[in-house]
C-alpha cells in the first residue's frame, strides 16, 4: 500500500506560478512511475505530466513549455512546478503512482487560476 499526500494548491493570478508537491510513503519509491493528472469540473481526468524512475518525462501538449515535473527519491517526493499559469489550468489535481501493476491516489488539491 502506498499513501500520497498532496500539498501546494491554491489561488493563482494569470501568469503566475505554483508548485505541488506530493510526499508518498514506502521504501522504494525510487522504483514507483509518478504522475500528476488533473480534473475539471465537468470533465474527465487527463493526464498532466509523468515521471519514470529513470527520470524520463512526459507532458500533456497544453502544459508542454509551461510545467515542469521532477522528484527527489531521497525525500519521496514529486513535484509539478507550474508556471505561466492559465484560467484553463484551474481543475483538482491529484498525484498518481504506479507500482508494479497497481495505481494509487492521493486526494486531490484545488488548483485555481483567476484575476
Known amino acids: 500500500q502506498v499513501q500520497l499526500v498532496e500539498s501546494g494548491g491554491g489561488l493563482a493570478q494569470p501568469g503566475g506560478s505554483l508548485r505541488l508537491s506530493c510526499a508518498a510513503s514506502?521504501?522504494?519509491?525510487?522504483?514507483?512511475?509518478m504522475g500528476w493528472y488533473r480534473q475539471a469540473p465537468g470533465k474527465q481526468r487527463e493526464l498532466v505530466a509523468q515521471?519514470?524512475?529513470?527520470?524520463?518525462?512526459t507532458y500533456a501538449d497544453s502544459v508542454k513549455g509551461r510545467f515542469t515535473i521532477s522528484r527527489d527519491n531521497a525525500k519521496n517526493t514529486v513535484y509539478l512546478q507550474m508556471n505561466s499559469l492559465k484560467p484553463e489550468d484551474t481543475a483538482v489535481y491529484y498525484c498518481?503512482?504506479?507500482?508494479?501493476?497497481?495505481?494509487?491516489w492521493g486526494q486531490g488539491t484545488q488548483v485555481t487560476v483567476s484575476s
Open positions: 498518481w503512482s504506479l507500482v508494479g501493476i497497481y495505481e494509487y
Open positions: 514506502g521504501t522504494i519509491f525510487g522504483r514507483y512511475v
Open positions: 515521471i519514470t524512475y529513470g527520470g524520463t518525462t
